[in-house]
């Protein structure tokens, strides 16, 4: 299995400008979680779903993020416009859904994104 | 609600030096317990895990009990290589619940 891909892997942009973030879960995962790391936060979850339905959002910073999950291979996370403390590696990662919890969370390799 | 505490880095240590990591938790529940390691410049990845009390989670050397009665899960290795050189996260979750809930992370670093 190819693992969590996400592109691209390295964004330069200007302040104001709209940046997107793609991920593609591993293969017959149904969860799908996207994570902002920083040095000052240390990492926090964005938002997770679960069947492409987004279950808890409670992480997004503010309407300046969005994210979407149009199908079960395919997620974006949004962020428009940009500010330069939007600056971090964004990091998505999926699993598969259990009732009873413990699922391995696989993360891809991460988008560093560096707003100017 | 949920949290986690690891000890604070950075860690250094010689090659071959024995490895305690403490972490400590407070849930509600009946959570699952997590080891992750970052390598740099890569994405975390699953080192071991443990879904009840007194289950030890084991990989590579490493280990950790579930420790209840403490809300206890230490990561441990007996002979740490250079090679072991990555951020370590301690995490939880829920009984029935996918979201993570991770400590601050501990750099460590192995000198030959």
């Known amino acids: 299995d190819a693992g969590v891909i996400q592109s691209p892997r390295h964004e330069v942009t200007e302040m104001g400008q709209e940046v997107t973030l793609r991920c593609k879960p591993i293969s017959g995962h149904n969860s799908l979680f996207w994570y902002r790391q920083t040095m000052m936060r240390g990492l926090e979850l964005l938002i997770y779903f679960n069947n492409n339905v987004p279950i808890d959002d409670s992480g997004m910073p503010e309407d300046r993020f969005s994210a979407k999950m149009p199908n079960a291979s395919f997620s974006t996370l949004k962020i428009q416009p940009s500010e330069p403390r939007d600056s971090a590696v964004y990091f998505c990662?999926?699993?598969?859904?259990?009732?009873?919890?413990?699922?391995?969370?696989?993360f891809g390799p991460g988008t560093r994104l560096l707003v100017l | 609600g949920n949290s986690v505490t690891q000890m604070e880095g950075p860690v250094t240590l010689s090659e071959e030096a024995f490895l305690t990591i403490n972490c400590t938790y407070t849930?509600?529940?009946?959570?699952?317990l997590f080891w992750y390691v970052q390598y740099p410049g890569e994405g975390l990845q699953l080192l071991l895990k443990a879904t009840k009390a007194d289950d030890k989670g084991s990989n590579k050397g490493f280990e950790a009990t579930y420790r209840k009665e403490t809300t206890s899960f230490h990561l441990e290795k007996g002979s740490v290589q250079v090679s072991d050189s990555a951020v370590y996260f301690c995490?939880?979750?829920?009984?029935?619940?996918?979201?993570?809930?991770f400590g601050t992370g501990t750099r460590l670093t192995i000198i030959p």
């Open positions: 990662a999926s699993s598969s859904h259990g009732l009873a919890g413990g699922q391995t969370q696989y």
């Open positions: 849930a509600t529940g009946y959570p699952s």
């Open positions: 995490a939880l979750s829920d009984f029935g619940n996918e979201k993570l809930t």
